[in-house]
């Protein structure tokens, strides 16, 4: 996760060299968010304490303290939020290794693996190692991807643990809800799969695109005999594609999920899907933006 950045802020001097009686010019000051905070602090407190002799010694010892232990905080979190982005993308490399009984070729540090089941379990110990020991969201992260690897070595545990992460919100939510999906989909449970794709179709902003989920949908549909349902979710992914323009007017290529939408839809509706018609080419044109061959 990327840090805020902090914006700097000058403190201009209170005099301009050059004026009549003007103390000399002051070397001008940056300072950042938290020191500017930090700052303040000091003075409420010397406010608060003016005219306590020794006191304020004290307040101000204390508070500074607390400004370096805060320091020392942002400090530490930074590197580790950088830490912790690099062990998931490490463990993730793992997990998208290739599968090969090829041996390695000489001077390659690419990892491969023998079987599904060697780097499934590599994978997800990479995994348990980053989520014990960074905390959220990384942690979050890493447990859907536990998940996730683990379907293929102990699928009832796997459900178990993508039901329990669906249950949260952000994106580890909605991705553990497709991911549950897909998996009460493949083991032949259409109703709760047709209701964990409707609830994330109904969400503003699900991670995974609308017409990946509504063709998954559709798909369930297929199977269930819903016919007409299925093919009423295949056309509006499709027609909206093929018939969008850019802001300048131009024509926007379809994505692979329409294209395939419209094909589900040409098997079930041939009538609807003649009126998805393809978009027309973009004529190439000349420096001055003339049509080529005009």
């Known amino acids: 996760m990327a840090t805020r950045k902090k914006r ?13 009686g003007a103390t000399p ?18 003075e409420d407190v010397s406010k608060k304490v003016e005219g306590k002799g020794k006191t304020i010694l004290y307040a101000l010892g204390a508070l500074a303290v607390l400004a370096i232990l805060l320091g020392i905080f942002v400090s530490w979190n930074r590197r580790s939020n950088a830490a912790a982005q690099t062990a998931l ?18 001077g390659s540090t690419e990892k491969t ?3 599904e089941k060697e780097r499934a379990e590599a994978a997800i110990a990479e995994f348990k190692s980053v989520a014990d020991k960074y905390g959220s969201p990384v942690r979050e992260k890493a447990q859907y991807f536990i998940a996730v690897n683990k379907l293929s070595l102990d699928r009832a545990a796997a459900v178990g643990e993508l039901e329990n992460l669906a249950k949260s919100s952000g994106e580890v939510g909605s991705l553990s809800k497709f991911a549950l999906a897909q998996a009460k989909e493949g083991d032949g449970k259409l109703d709760e799969a047709a209701a964990l794709y409707g609830e994330l179709a109904a969400l ?11 063709f998954a949908l559709a798909s369930i549909y297929e199977k269930q005999g819903k016919k007409e349902d299925a093919a009423n979710i295949y056309y509006n992914i499709a027609k909206p594609a093929f018939e969008a323009k850019d802001a300048e007017g131009k024509t926007i290529q379809p994505s692979q999920t329409a294209r395939e939408a419209r094909t589900k839809l040409q098997a079930l509706n041939p009538t609807r899907a003649a009126e998805i018609k ?8 000349m420096p001055g933006g003339l049509p080529i061959g005009n």
């Open 89 to 106: 993308g490490k463990a993730i490399e793992t997990s998208e290794a290739q599968v090969t009984t090829q041996p390695a070729l000489a």
């Open 8 to 20: 700097l802020q000058e403190v201009k001097p209170a005099t301009v060299a050059g004026d009549a």
């Open 204 to 214: 503003s902003d699900p991670v995974v695109s609308k017409d990946t989920i509504n």
């Open 278 to 285: 393809e978009p027309a080419p973009e004529m190439p044109q």
């Open 25 to 42: 010019k002051e070397t001008p000051r940056y300072q950042d968010a938290f020191q500017r905070k930090t700052e303040k602090r000091l």
């Open 113 to 115: 693996f023998k079987t």
